[in-house]
């Protein structure tokens, strides 16, 4: 019995550590708040608001309980244990490896403690150097990034697009919501390359494009990032991407710019100016201040916009379709063959590869 009360007091340590780099009696505690709340019985009176508390006690519910579960189920098999009853022994050595096991899987949950990383992603897609391969690629990626939301089952949303003057996109954002949406997607931010034989010119020639990814969180506390009105430019032009049947009749698109910074946020996809404004104010902030927290910045009109130009020698990853077919992370080394496998969205081994290389303390 001394083998497994030991066994059993390791693991109790471990998941009291999770505890508290999780915050789960903290997060228990909102959750317990939620639930209050949906127990009144107005409680989808205010039908929005309502969906919103909703989704939040879903998620949080998702990433608490199976702690609380294991909790609980270890104190118990640490009970049985002081009854040092030789005839349960087999049944507590049986119980014990369910737990270890149980314990393995929710360890991955340690990797989203970092701040935002349980929130919503905003992707944005930009194309770089490339012409209208950069453009192409610009809309391979997003194809990639929808299949792998697809295959995750997070819910996805096309903001705002751009289309390329040939072919492809030059832009577009996307909205994608689930488990630590951001905390799984922070690995994709930075500049991807693309080496192919181009499809755009008549010699089918060898080519080389880039697109800049930029992920952030979509944070909804709109205290976090209180924005001075004299430092933005608010314009609205005629949206003519995707929308409504009424998308091309009015100026609903609405495009918003923080003068200190330089950064512009365009969306066109609401029906109403007033909906896409409020949309681009969210993504504005969000933006803001992942960027005050990066700059370490006191105030927002101190920011600076991001400088990484999308062009050779910035690159985070490397998709190789000609001469060869290889996908490589230059910042955790890791790599596959099975370049289509990865465009369908198979990009998990590069998200892993990405949150252990930031929990050894060697973020990328």
Same mark, same amino acid.
């Given at each position: 019995?001394?083998?497994?009360?030991?066994?059993?007091?390791?693991?109790?340590?471990?998941?009291?550590?999770?505890?508290?780099?999780?915050?789960?009696?903290?997060?228990?505690?909102?959750?317990?708040?939620?639930?209050?709340?949906?127990?009144?019985?107005?409680?989808?009176?205010?039908?929005?608001?309502?969906?919103?508390?909703?989704?939040?006690?879903?998620?949080?519910?998702?990433?608490?309980?199976?702690?609380?579960?294991?909790?609980?189920?270890?104190?118990?098999? #640490?009970?049985?244990?002081?009854?040092?009853?030789?005839?349960?022994?087999?049944?507590?050595?049986?119980?014990?490896?369910?737990?270890?096991?149980?314990?393995?899987?929710?360890?991955?949950? $340690?990797?989203?403690?970092?701040?935002?990383?349980?929130?919503?992603?905003?992707?944005?897609?930009?194309?770089?150097?490339?012409?209208?391969?950069?453009?192409?690629?610009?809309?391979?990626?997003?194809?990639?990034?929808?299949?792998?939301?697809?295959?995750?089952?997070?819910?996805?949303?096309?903001?705002?697009?751009?289309?390329?003057?040939?072919?492809?996109?030059?832009?577009?954002?996307?909205?994608?919501?689930?488990?630590? /949406?951001?905390?799984? $997607?922070?690995?994709?931010?930075?500049?991807?390359?693309?080496?192919?034989?181009?499809?755009?010119?008549?010699?089918?020639?060898?080519?080389?494009?880039?697109?800049?990814?930029?992920?952030?969180?979509?944070?909804?506390?709109?205290?976090?990032?209180? #924005?001075?009105?004299?430092?933005?430019?608010?314009?609205?032009?005629?949206?003519?991407?995707?929308?409504? &049947? /009424?998308?091309?009749?009015?100026?609903?698109?609405?495009?918003?710019?923080?003068?200190?910074?330089?950064?512009?946020?365009?969306?066109?996809?609401?029906?109403?100016?007033?909906?896409?404004?409020?949309?681009?104010?969210?993504?504005?902030?969000?933006?803001?201040?992942?960027?005050?927290?990066?700059?370490?910045?006191?105030?927002?009109?101190?920011?600076?916009?991001?400088?990484?130009?999308?062009?050779?020698?910035? &690159?985070?990853?490397?998709?190789?379709?000609?001469?060869?077919?290889?996908?490589?992370?230059?910042?955790?080394?890791?790599?596959?063959?099975?370049?289509?496998?990865?465009?369908?969205?198979?990009?998990?081994?590069?998200?892993?590869?990405?949150?252990?290389?930031?929990?050894?303390?060697?973020?990328?």
């Amino acid at each position: 019995m001394d083998d497994l009360k030991k066994r059993a007091e390791e693991l109790k340590t471990k998941v009291n550590l999770a505890f508290d780099k999780l915050n789960i009696l903290k997060e228990e505690a909102a959750l317990r708040e939620y639930e209050q709340e949906m127990s009144r019985q107005d409680f989808w009176s205010d039908q929005p608001l309502a969906q919103s508390i909703s989704v939040k006690h879903a998620r949080l519910e998702a990433v608490v309980n199976p702690w609380l579960e294991l909790s609980r189920a270890v104190d118990e098999t #640490i009970e049985l244990i002081k009854l040092d009853d030789s005839n349960l022994q087999a049944e507590i050595l049986q119980q014990l490896k369910e737990l270890e096991t149980k314990y393995a899987d929710l360890e991955f949950e $340690l990797m989203f403690s970092a701040k935002y990383y349980k929130a919503d992603a905003i992707v944005t897609i930009q194309a770089g150097a490339g012409g209208v391969d950069a453009q192409d690629w610009v809309e391979m990626l997003e194809r990639m990034y929808l299949k792998w939301a697809e295959r995750t089952g997070f819910k996805t949303e096309v903001i705002n697009q751009t289309k390329g003057d040939e072919a492809g996109l030059k832009s577009t954002t996307l909205k994608l919501g689930g488990a630590h /949406s951001y905390g799984r $997607l922070k690995s994709e931010h930075g500049v991807h390359r693309l080496v192919r034989l181009s499809p755009f010119n008549a010699a089918h020639s060898r080519e080389t494009s880039f697109a800049m990814v930029e992920v952030v969180p979509l944070i909804e506390d709109q205290g976090a990032s209180e #924005i001075d009105d004299k430092d933005l430019k608010i314009d609205v032009f005629r949206a003519g991407g995707r929308g409504g &049947q /009424s998308v091309n009749t009015t100026d609903s698109a609405v495009r918003v710019t923080h003068l200190p910074s330089g950064i512009t946020v365009s969306i066109q996809n609401e029906r109403s100016q007033l909906q896409n404004k409020e949309t681009a104010l969210g993504i504005l902030r969000s933006k803001l201040a992942q960027l005050a927290e990066d700059q370490h910045a006191d105030k927002l009109a101190d920011i600076k916009g991001p400088n990484i130009e999308a062009a050779w020698g910035n &690159q985070i990853r490397n998709y190789v379709l000609h001469p060869y077919t290889l996908v490589k992370d230059t910042r955790t080394g890791y790599q596959v063959t099975d370049v289509e496998a990865v465009l369908d969205g198979q990009i998990d081994g590069f998200i892993e590869a990405y949150l252990l290389s930031d929990q050894s303390g060697h973020p990328a």
